[in-house]
C-alpha cells in the first residue's frame, strides 16, 4: 500500500529517466527517506531509526531496483518496486554493500545528490567500499520534485486544511497564565484531532510584541497579558507536510506588535501578487522585502518549497533566480525584528498555477488576532 | 536554556577529550542532529529542515565551537558553547564551508563518526571543499554514548513511563470495529496528554493471531475481533526517548496468539536473567533465541541500544560481543513467527545496573490482554 497510485510514482520515475537521458546519467542511487518514497512510494516511520541504510537505484532503463534490509521487504514488496533486494541488517562486515555493490555494477555514470540539502545516510566507510564515484544529480531530482502533481497538491491542502482548522481552535487553545509547553502539547493534540497523520514539527515562541527566535523548544513560562504568541507547524498527511505559522496576541495587542504584524501581513500580500508564472524567485523576495522596508528578521530567506519535506527548494531569496512554473507549492514567510532580540515572522502556504498563485492555508487575519 | 545543567554537557566533552588524546585525534567534527546535541544541549525540531548545515567542534583540548546558521545563533547562545559562529543561510555559494574549513584549520587529526549508523548531514560537494580527511571516530564517540549519566536514564524513565501510562489507558483507547489509522492516532493524543513532549515514532499492526511487519504506516481497516493489535512508540522527553510495544487482542485470544505472546514474555525474562554487567550483547541474544526455539521474527536482533535516539548501538545480535556494563539502556526485542507472513514482536526497555537489568517500562502482562 502506498500513498498514491501506482502511476503517481511510475509517472516520477519515467520523468526522472528523461532527464537522466538529458544529463547522461545510467542511474540514480537514493538513499534518503524522501528520494527513497519519492520514487517508490515506501513510507515508514522506521526512518527515525539510523541503524539501518535503505537503497532505491532508478536506472535510466528499465525498473527500479530496491536494496533493503530485510525488516522492510514486506513493505517494500506493497510498493510499485518489484525488484526488492534483503539481506539481514545489522551485519556485522557487510551491512548491504555487496548487495548494493551488484546492483550498481553495470551502470557506468551513478548520480546521487551531492549538492544543497542532500545527505549521505549511510556509512561512509561502507560508501567508500562501493568503489562508485557518483556525479551530482541534485539539480536533475529538484528539477522534478519543484512542480507538484495533482495528487500532491490535493494531499497539501488537505493537511492544510487541517493545520487551519487547529488554529481556528486557537481562542480555546490557548489562554494567559498558560504554559508555553502546554499550548505546544494542546496544538499538537488539537492538530492530529483535525486529522494530522503525523506532527513532526512544532515551533514557536512567546513574549512581549514578539519572541527571541523562531527554532527554540518550549519553556514552562507561562503566557502573559500582551504576549504574542506565534505557533508553526510542521504537521503532515500521506508523507505531505504543511508548513505555515499563526500569530496571537494574549489579552491585549501593543500598537507595536500590531504595526509589525500588519507590515508582515502587507509582505505577504506583496508576495501573493509577484508569485506568478515566469516571475523569478528573487522577484518574489524583492516584491516582499520591498514591502518589509529595512526590517529583517535574519531568518536567512522570506520563503521556500514545500512537499514531501518541510522545507525544499527553492528559497525566496535575492540569490534565487529560479523562474516559478505551475504546480510549484511555496512558502511565504516574511519576517521583521520588532525590537533588540524581538521578532515577529508570518507564513503561509501558496501552490502557484497558470492564473497566479491559490493559498492552501486559509489566509490569517488582517490584524494581528487578540484571543485569551 | 538546555536539557539538562552545563555540568552535563561539559563531563561528556570531557570524556570525550580523553578518549580522543587515547587514540590521536585532535578535533572531533559533529554535525548530525545527535551528535550536536549530545555535547552541546542545543535541541531543536529545526533537524526536520534539511536545507541548513549545522556544526560543532570539540576539540581535544579547549572548549567546543559551534558554526552554525544565523537562524540558530539565539538557541545556540542559549547552550554552554561559547564560541558560536555564524553565517546567513542559505548561502548560493559558500554556505558555511569557509568558516568551518577555518574552524577546523590547526588541527591535525579530525575525528568523525563514518561507521554504522552514522551519516554525512551535508553537502558531500561542500564536504569535499573542506579538504579535510577525517579519521572514523564512530567507536569512540559509541563508546561515550553507550553509558548514560544519571540525568540522562532520569529522562529515559520518566518517557518511559509516560509510554506506560498511555499503554495502560487501551482498553478505553482501543475497540474492536474502530481503523487502525484512527487506534494509531488515539495512542499519539494519549502519549502527549501523559506527558510526551514530541511523538516521532509510532507503528505498529493488526490482524488475525498476529501482523505482517512491524513498520508500515496504518491504513484503515477496522480492528476485528481475534485480532491482535500491537503499538511501538517511539516518544520523547528532553530529547530522550522510550522505545517499547505492547500487544492487545481485541475481544479473543486465540490459542495460537496466546502461546506466541507467552513464548515473546518467556524471552524477554530470559534477557533479564542474562543482562547483567559482565555478560555480552551476544550473550544476551543466545538467551533469547534459546527460549524462542526456531522461530525467527526475522528483524535481524532482539534488541539495541536506546537514548536520545530511537535506536542505538550495541545490537543484541550474535555478532555482538560488546560487554554490557552499569549504565547501558537497552530494549528487549523477542520477535516471532506465528504463521506464513505473520508474526509478534514484543518490547521492553532497561538499564544494566550493579545488581542487574531494571526495568524502565512497566513489565508487560505475562498473559496477553484481552481488550475491547
Known amino acids: 500500500m502506498t500513498d498514491f497510485p501506482p502511476a503517481e510514482y511510475e509517472a516520477r520515475v519515467t520523468r526522472a529517466q528523461g532527464a537522466m537521458a538529458a544529463a547522461g546519467m545510467d542511474a540514480l542511487l537514493m538513499m534518503t527517506e524522501v528520494e527513497v518514497r519519492y520514487f517508490s512510494g515506501f513510507r515508514t516511520a522506521f526512518w527515525q531509526s539510523s541503524t539501518r541504510p535503505w537503497f532505491l537505484i532508478v536506472p535510466r532503463i528499465g525498473a527500479p531496483v530496491a536494496v533493503v534490509p530485510e525488516i522492510g521487504e514486506a513493505l517494500m514488496r506493497s510498493t510499485w518496486v518489484r525488484d526488492v533486494r534483503v539481506w539481514s541488517s545489522p551485519h556485522p562486515s557487510d551491512d548491504g554493500v555487496s548487495l548494493l555493490r551488484d546492483a550498481l555494477a553495470g551502470f557506468g555514470v551513478v548520480g546521487m545528490p551531492m549538492g544543497r540539502a542532500s545527505a549521505l545516510r549511510m556509512s561512509m566507510l561502507d560508501f567508500r567500499r562501493l568503489g562508485v564515484e557518483p556525479v551530482d544529480a541534485s539539480a536533475l531530482v529538484w528539477n522534478l520534485r519543484f512542480v507538484k502533481s495533482a495528487a500532491e497538491i490535493e494531499a497539501m491542502a488537505a493537511i492544510c486544511a487541517v493545520g487551519s482548522r487547529a488554529f481556528a481552535r486557537a481562542g480555546s487553545l490557548f489562554s494567559g497564565g498558560m504554559a508555553l509547553d502546554a499550548a505546544f502539547r494542546a496544538f499538537r493534540i488539537a492538530l492530529l484531532e483535525e486529522g494530522a497523520e503525523e506532527v513532526p514539527y512544532v515551533v514557536g515562541g512567546a513574549g512581549a510584541d514578539g519572541y527571541g527566535d523562531v527554532i527554540s523548544p518550549p519553556g514552562a513560562t507561562a503566557l502573559r497579558r500582551g ?33 509589525a504584524y500588519r507590515t508582515l501581513w502587507e509582505a505577504t500580500e506583496a508576495g501573493l501578487s509577484a508569485a506568478r508564472p515566469g516571475r523569478t524567485c528573487s522577484e518574489v523576495h524583492a516584491a516582499m522585502t520591498a514591502a518589509l522596508g529595512d526590517a529583517d528578521g535574519g531568518i536567512g530567506r522570506l520563503g521556500h518549497g514545500l512537499g514531501t519535506e518541510l522545507t525544499e527548494e527553492p528559497s525566496l531569496a535575492a540569490f534565487e533566480d529560479r523562474v516559478l512554473v505551475p504546480g510549484m507549492v511555496l512558502t511565504l514567510e516574511p519576517s521583521i525584528g520588532v525590537g533588540p532580540g524581538t521578532m ?5 502556504n501558496i501552490v502557484v498555477t497558470e492564473d497566479g498563485p491559490r493559498l492552501l492555508t486559509e489566509r490569517a487575519a488582517p490584524e494581528l488576532p487578540v484571543i485569551g
Chains 1, 2 share one sequence.
Request: with cysteine.
Open 227 to 259: 504576549d504574542v504568541l506565534m505557533l508553526d507547524t510542521g504537521a503532515s498527511l500521506r508523507g505531505y507536510f504543511c508548513d505555515f505559522d499563526r500569530n496571537f496576541a494574549i489579552g491585549h495587542a501593543s500598537d507595536t506588535a500590531k504595526r
Open 344 to 348: 515577529m515572522v508570518t507564513e503561509e
